[in-house]
């Protein structure tokens, strides 16, 4: 799976997880912040009812006045009153059929009223009209008189002629069957009672209105939401309308049977206040419930209320279920915005770093690569390390296969890991062969302790550089290898294995033999000719001596032989044999003159820059480890000069031999060597900054035995004088500031 899709899916799942997480605070917040909407959408719901409910009974009350006040009531009354005392009920009965007449029309047209009645004080407050709808198909009709009954015991008979006014009398609403109702159903009544008054009299006649409950009931109920239950209860919480189980309200002349609050504890509050409120609650199953209350007070007399429950789950629904769509709508569409947002920055984040990844490969397969180098921020930077490390990789690569050297990395088991061309060219194994396999091939049988050691030192992180040792190749040929080895640290900085650069050393070595069997020959060479030299001295210094005797025991024979006297014989033969012997040697010293003076020199046309150089060097060689800076300064295009150069690289090197030794006690040790053309001569100048000349022997340098080294001979400068000289040069000395200068020349050569 690609990274920018892994990055893409990592994203929309976040996205999708937040979303979510939000969506769910979000609507939890909403849908609680939603509760009391709910709530006061079931008060309001409540007041509604009650507004019906108490709009049902005022038009009762107001029926009632209007009756009351009515032409056909009032002179019914009035007639009756007046003739009652003689009459009893029986007066006025022309009266009294207006009014009934009027009170059937009244039932007729007004379904409330189960039965309207005018009830006298006379004969036990006895019904005087009664109008129900007990007729043929229930319609209205005006009770036969033997019907009548007497109302005087009735609870409602005193309080109904104590009212003044627009006062009117209120019953609580109780169930119940009219007498004479055959198979009816007890009915939920409230009966309403108002006095026939007339100024100055007392009142003879009430006016009693018994409302049937039962179509306002019918239409609160109706107008109840499917979710809610609504209960109706009087002051004491006995049901009037009982919503959960309509079918089972009844009751009784006294009242209805059954407590709100019996079966729904928590209604309790709700019932005490006088005030609409809404309550939550849980119901017998122990569901939260939202209840509202409003109690009405119905003709300003009878308290009741109106309860409404609902589950508030239910309740919620609608608007828990809108806000789920809203929520849903707005997290579809931040979730789509998200995660294409998402989608967009994990492909611009991944391609670069893809690119990356790719060019690594790329790199491992020789292929060219390009990277994000000018993209900004991090992967930029990343990018730019990248081809930074991977050109340095390069540079390494091509020295490693380039390098003369051979160069190979192993592990700290010695197991080889890189091989270049020069290794395999050294050693004769090819890379596929060499890598993987352990370096002790490269080592002979008696070289491993050695490796062993190396190995150990390494893993500790030592280095070892030049280090002379002997390898042995593919065919089993031993060869002298000069090994530098470094440790190759992990990036944690532990050491994890070593790199080898190893140069074959066998020919330098050879080399150095030779030199140094050069250097003991070209020594003997010289020691060689440095005895000819003095040999030459010492036959041309013993020369005179020699004739000198000679010619002085000569003398002393004849002067012997002159005085003739026999005893000097003796000293004559000895003075004979003396001369003979100084014969002997001078001609011994002489041969030798002749033996040295015949001595083949080499002489030929030489530059001088080469002789000089070669002179230098093997007066450097002697030099050992004493620290000299040595500038050579030789003039270009000089010409050529006529000379052995064995002869006068000898010059050299004994006057660069002086000046070294002269400097051995000095800090600042400089020599310095030039040529240069003067005259038609070319000029040799060796300077040093060492101790300049012993007073002693600064006017006798050039003679034999002038010396104050302790193993010196003094013969040197001498025969460098007689070399440069026989060479048709001069050879001088001077001191400087700094030290000394020998300075010689030599004719240029002729044509
Ligand atoms: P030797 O080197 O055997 O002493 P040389 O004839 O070569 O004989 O030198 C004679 C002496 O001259 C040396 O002992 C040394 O005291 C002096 N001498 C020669 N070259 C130098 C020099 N460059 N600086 C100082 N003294 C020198």
């Known amino acids: 799976m690609s990274l920018a899709l892994r990055l893409s899916m990592a994203m929309v799942c976040l996205t999708a997880a937040t979303t979510l997480t939000a969506g769910v605070i979000v609507y939890r917040q909403s849908t609680a912040a939603a509760l009391p909407l709910a709530l006061d959408a079931l008060r309001s719901h409540t007041a509604l009812l009650a507004d019906d409910l108490l709009g049902y009974v005022d038009v009762a009350r107001e029926d009632l006045l209007v009756m009351a006040q009515s032409p056909a009531v009032r002179e019914y009354a009035d007639e009756a009153e007046k003739a009652s005392p003689v009459q009893g009920w029986h007066g006025a009965p022309r009266q009294r059929a207006r009014a009934a007449r009027l009170l059937v029309a009244l039932v007729t047209i007004k379904l409330r009223y189960d039965q309207l009645r005018i009830i006298g004080r006379h004969e036990n407050g006895r019904e005087v009209v009664r109008v129900d709808r007990q007729g043929p198909g229930g319609a209205a009709r005006s009770v036969a008189s033997a019907a009548l009954k007497a109302r005087a015991g009735s609870p409602y008979f005193e309080p109904a002629f104590a009212r003044r006014g627009d006062d009117v009398y209120v019953s609580t609403i109780a169930y119940h069957r009219e007498e004479g109702g055959g198979e009816r159903p007890a009915i939920p009544t409230m009966r309403l009672g108002k006095p026939v008054l007339f100024d100055g009299r007392d009142p003879q006649f009430i006016l009693m209105a018994d409302v049937d409950m039962r179509p306002i009931f019918a239409r609160l109920s109706s107008a109840l939401p499917p979710t809610s239950t609504m209960y109706l209860v009087d002051e004491a919480g006995h049901y009037l309308i009982d919503g959960k189980h309509r079918d089972e309200v009844t009751g009784n002349e006294t009242g209805p049977v059954g407590r709100i609050q019996d079966e729904l504890g928590g209604i309790a509050p709700l019932l005490a206040s006088t005030k609409p409120a809404v309550l939550a609650l849980q119901d017998a199953d122990g569901r939260p419930m939202a209840a509202a209350s409003w109690p009405v007070l119905l003709v300003g007399a009878q308290r009741v209320t109106i309860l409404e429950l609902a589950p508030i789950a239910e309740l919620m629904a609608p608007t828990n279920a809108s806000i789920a769509r809203a929520i849903l709508a707005v997290g579809s569409v931040a979730g789509v915005l998200a995660a294409l947002v998402a989608v967009t920055v994990s492909y ?254 080499n002489v030929c046309h030489q530059m001088i820059n080469p002789v000089v150089e070669q002179g230098l060097e093997l007066a450097l060689l002697g030099a050992g480890k004493q620290s000299v800076i040595v500038t050579r300064d030789y003039a270009e295009g000089l010409p050529s000069v006529s000379i052995d150069e064995v002869q006068i690289g000898q010059v050299v090197a004994n006057l660069a031999r002086n000046a070294l030794e002269a400097m051995a006690s000095v800090s600042d040790a400089r020599l310095t060597i030039r040529t240069a053309a003067s005259d038609g001569t070319v000029v040799v100048t060796i300077s040093d900054t060492g101790t300049g000349f012993d007073a002693s022997i600064r006017d006798h340098l050039f003679e034999p035995f002038i010396t104050n080294k302790p193993g010196g001979m003094g013969f040197g400068l001498n025969i460098c004088r007689s070399l440069i000289e026989a060479h048709g040069g001069t050879l001088m000395a001077e001191e400087s500031v700094e030290g000394t200068i020998f300075r010689f020349t030599l004719p240029a050569a002729q044509g």
Do not use: C
């Not at 930029?380 to 990395?409: F, H, K, M, N, P």
């Not at 091939?441 to 390494?458: N, Y």
């Open 348 to 601: 611009r984040v991944s391609h670069p770093l893809r690119s990356i990844a790719d060019a690594l490969v790329d790199v491992t397969r020789g292929r060219p690569v390009s990277l994000p180098v000018r993209a900004t921020g991090e992967i930029g930077a990343l990018a730019r390390g990248v081809a930074q490390y991977l050109e340095r990789e390069s540079l390494l690569g091509a020295l490693v296969s380039s390098s003369i050297d051979a160069v190979l990395t192993k592990t700290l088991d010695g197991t080889i890991t890189s091989w270049n061309p020069a290794a395999a060219a050294l050693y004769g194994y090819s890379a596929d062969e060499a890598i993987g396999a352990n370096i002790k091939m490269l080592t002979p049988v008696d070289r491993r302790a050695e490796l062993e050691e190396i190995m150990q030192g390494l893993a500790r992180g030592d280095s070892l550089h030049a280090y002379q040792t002997v390898g042995i190749d593919k065919s089993g040929k031993r060869l002298d290898v000069s090994l530098t080895i470094s440790p190759i640290r992990s990036p944690a900085g532990v050491v994890v294995g070593g790199s080898t650069i190893a140069r074959d050393i066998t020919r330098t070595l050879a080399d150095a033999r030779q030199l140094r069997k050069l250097q003991a020959e070209t020594a003997h060479a010289a020691r060689v000719d440095t005895a000819g030299q003095m040999a030459a001295t010492l036959a041309h210094e013993l020369n005179q001596p020699l004739t000198a005797m000679i010619n002085y025991v000569r003398s002393v024979q004849r002067t012997l032989e002159d005085r003739g006297r026999p005893e000097d014989d003796k000293v004559i033969s000895y003075a004979q044999k003396a001369m003979e012997q100084s014969r002997r040697a001078a001609d011994i010293v002489r041969k030798v003159s002749t033996f040295i003076g015949n001595k083949q020199s």
